[in-house]
């Protein structure tokens, strides 16, 4: 007999009765708040094209690392699970690749995975019972039988989900023809596109030349030269808030930032440039180009995000065998305080930047990121990412937050996904736990209840709108 | 209509209600005992002088860098709250700056700052309504009406706390003569120094070459050779004593000891007095008058106090416009494993030495702090501080302290403020938090309840009574 | 009068009525499950002659770092509580030393040590008032009483605490004698070996050079050559799995490995054994011989463990005094992330390896630990280890690691103890945290029950059991 699925009303509240009780009347508050998706990784030819996602393996297993990296962590090959590699897509049979899946649904145990998939299946496709090794097939038609039909394309899934505004991000060197597209189509769903620069800006970045080259031919500038380097950058950045773009996104390696004069920067960029330059040159052009980015956003007024601090594809040979972003990026000690000093000492008192930073490193919660956001003007603070974004580690940052920055120096939620169907499960847990910290809160007498209403609104809604000036 | 402002008994408690029950219960024990304050940043002169404390803004506004760098990190200048610069007094009319304080609330939703400031505001003054931008003008008022009325004087106000001991920290270069004015008026409320060496001791200070001046005059001593310079250091020592100092404090960029020869060290004092020496050097210099001061210690008796890890003056305009101390610190990584090596080799296992140890690094507090205050004889872990002085915070610190310390090598609370009027305040906040973890542990079965209720009489008085030895 | 010691069925478990209810059946289920203990640092002579343990201070006091080093944070001498030094064995007269422990129970107030005393003295010894200064002398002569019984002699109590397996560690230069007459005597009992090459692997050991030379007797290889040396280790992992070893244990002070070719690897060796080597070159020797143990595991099957990140024997005077392994040892930061590349790259994709971390830096456990272990198929999670191994540090391990890694990319609990009569105590609290933590995702609506039934029945049983192929 298969078990059945049930989403229970009180999901992630404590189970406390006087805290469940207060944290209930926030949810309600904002449970039925149109989304804001200033942040994430969908893919914009969805909506562009509007064409069906295809199969439960394509839709939900090949492109997403959360679950195939924990599927690969015990000894299942991402062939076997649709994911593609450099030698072209996976052999696998979809069906099969899904039953994988369906049997180890175990492991996922205790992860946000499977929260999200738990709202998906109920909330957005009505199963009644879970997936399980038994279930595997019946899963797997009725995804694909959904899928095919016209409800559950990305235009129709995109006006159910009520998405107010949906950023997807892109390199300088894209075309945007989707955004042109969905733009042309009169479509009325608002998808922007935000502006992430690493490709041309990363020297270590394995298609840096050919990125650069391509950069040059679409903006038409020089971009053999600094100052044409600098002019190409406005000029893509101009082009990108024609189709939407409100924001930058850095995702480096560090948090390092730095102010060179600008002989010193232009002769840095000449060895960038020219090859041969060493691994702390790449890393300082990196950290001067924060610091562009800063200078160039009080110009256009695009809102920067720093999303620093992985360690990208550790594992060599899933790196050489499948390329990149294949669940493989790990996190690694972060220090802001002297990185983003040069930054700071140059726009850290202006009013009218605001700089959106980003961790996965949570011990600089408290000491670091909070201290920093409640004092600098320009600085805000992103919600938990990533690894973080999860019931614990929501919860976490705002424990470890709250205190020195406030509920007005953060930003609301980021769902931050490629896993489109994720959204409204992924926004659902951020307003829950939101809701959950606040009744805490409140149950402890150390907030009104009126305030708590005021706040879970503000993070759902304005605070996003505001720092993304939606 | 102007909300209430009423404290609930319960505040700070768990919601569960057999742990509130108990937490109740045990902080019954201790609501009422004397405060030991026994570090902390009040001005001397309030109680040799007993004079009024002027206005609202003047109170509570321009001294309270957790309240301006709150509202300067939403772009509200400091010029505008009060706060003074280098080029004098702040501009601000009294009245408005706290209208902006006032209006500007929710900032501090979840800080603890909305808990001090409601305690102040409720059981201090008496206020039935909230502060917010419709009462700001009553408040103002009142405020300064009550300031004016001598039941609101500094010497009024610390009995009326019930204060039993109030320390003061001073440089070596302070005459204390608001310490001796105290003295010799026959009030019998007992105030006294502690002695702050950092700007006689820190090369970089900007006024490092003319407090070494003060110090040679006010000791007596040529503070120009190393032999001079540590007489100069006990002869104040002394002095202080007299003025009732039982303790030394020591506030470094690291926690950085060092034990080097007599000559090493006194070409090391050689090269810091004709300057021109560089920044390791000042650094070893400060690392090796760490074990100098220890070393003193083992002698006078001083309890040390170590205050590392702060990136003092991080703004660089803000220290050029307005100086010092405005709320621009940021913590950094601490390493006490390896920077207190040398200090410990020499001293680590005496039994007449206390060195009392804080952090704004909580990742050290189970890795690194509880391990060694759990094993040698000299050191007991300070309260959680600044940035940590918060309910989460000083949970945080017990939860992640008392497996491997226990309680008794802890030493109670250290309000650590210039903000008078909060100490009862920060004391019920330390001693309401204490309580709901104790209360914790006896509703897990993990403590029983008459050894949690000796527990938090020794951690509201015993513990800081003799590791200060008051 | 002395108070009554009477342990609470619901100890561990949360106050909150509906977690605890949970709490409380999934715990029934495991509650009396046979115990492994796959890693731990019980000496087999007792199993081997099965003699008496001798008196109270002998058993609890003398072999307990937990316990006297926080008597000695307290100024009491190790001298007092019976710990020998190198100058023989503690001249203190036994009931003294007990007496000493009796009437400073205070100390251990919220610590395990307490937890595990608790049980010691309520569920194996039967006492039923509490230890205090009033009730030492009782103890202490009931203690001899039961320990000169059969009923407490080694194999008895090993039978009654239902010890399904229990791993001693031994150096390669032990020549598991001990072993060898358990086997030889017919006794059913599992006790079985781990082979910890430390000695013969850190050139820093003091013993080093005089382990060596035992390595290559015991072994009959020319240790003095790098691949004789190699050759030895293979010779004596072998015997070790005759004794019924299953995994290996490395404890060094980082993480550290590298992946040297051949012929620098060679050189490094012959530095190291003519002496004169520097620190980097102990450091990467050390590094190195992870690797090769890894690729030894790839032949021969055994686990590895890597216990990496303490600073040992801190304090200098107490180690010249007394030793090794005094409780003196000090938790550093670690970083997985890049210390474990070169051992990944070279085999983190094999599925037939088994690679166990710790850590005593619980910033590593959402950051690296959970990542890596997450994805890598060779790397699983030991439990919270030494002065994390409580119930607070449990509970943060499992908070903190889940999201990322989920349940079955950990291994269970080890107790890792020399104090053999806690280890049913240390047992139970694991049981007793992991039902409480999976209660707590019951009741708030992130795991359904049987789900969380049968993962505790996994992490108390079939994970460890897997893990270390027992």
Redesign the interface.
Known sequence: MP?ALK??E???????P??RAIARELYALVKDFPILSPHGHTDPQWFADNDSFGNATQLFLAPDHYIY??L????ISMDDVGVGSKAGPSPADARTAWKIFAKNQ???????T??WMGYVFDQIMGFEVKLSEETADFYFDRIGELLASDAYRPRALFERFNIELLATTESPTDSLEHHQKIKDSGWQGRVVTAYRPDPVIDAEHEDFKSKLKVFGELSGEDVYSWKGYLRAHRNRRDFFMTMGATSTDHGHPTAKTANLSPVDAEALFNRIIRGGFSLDDAELFRAQMLTEMARMSLDDGLTMQIHPGA?RN?????FETYGRDK???????T?Y??DL?PL??AF??E?DLTVILFT????SY???L????????I?KLGPSWW??D????MTRFR??V????????TVGFNDDTRAFLSIPARHDVARRIDANFLA??V??????L??AA??IKDLTYNLPKAAYKL
């Open positions: 078990e989403l229970n009180d999901r992630l509240f404590s189970s406390d006087s805290q990296r924990m690969y962590s015990q000894g175990h492991l996922f145990r205790g992860t946000p499977s929260m360690f550790h594992n060599l040979k899933v669940g493989c990026d790990i996190p690694l000690p220090n305080v002297n000093k700071l000492d850290g008192n009013k996965l490193d949570e011990t408290a000491r670091e909070a201290p920093l956001a409640g004092h600098y003007p600085l690894f973080h999860s019931p614990e580690g424990e470890q709250t205190e020195t920055a406030g509920f007005y120096n805490r809160l149950a402890e007498h150390r907030l009104e009126d305030d005021e706040t």
